[in-house]
């Protein structure tokens, strides 16, 4: 099976991906045969930043599981409730 064909399964999905010039965490936003969407997440901030077209055979490495992705979702999840209920109390 061809990597872009696994991506493909992962679309919408929260992983690190390393590329050719930088590594970062974010959201597969669209998988295609020549590149990928990614969304790329401030660690800091836990919001979506910046979107990169990345050509898919300058793809070294993605992490779709694991310690690190599960703390940057749970993070993300955190944020979004604090969000949530700030916005119920108005």
């Known amino acids: ?3 872009i ?3 493909k399964a992962l679309e919408k999905a929260v992983v690190f991906i390393r590329w050719a010039t930088d ?7 669209y998988v295609g045969s020549d ?4 969304e790329i997440l401030d660690m800091d901030s836990m ?11 300058l793809i070294l490495e993605v992490i779709v ?10 993070e993300m999840s955190h ?3 604090i969000a949530d209920l700030g916005n119920n109390l108005n």
């Open 47 to 57: 919001e979506y930043v910046e979107t990169v077209l990345i050509n898919s055979q």
């Open 1 to 3: 099976m061809r990597m």
């Open 65 to 74: 599981s694991g310690f690190e992705v599960s703390r940057v979702i749970a």
């Open 23 to 29: 590594g970062q965490f974010g959201k597969l936003k």
């Open 5 to 7: 064909q696994k991506l």
């Open 79 to 81: 944020k979004m409730e």
């Open 35 to 38: 590149f990928i969407e990614f």
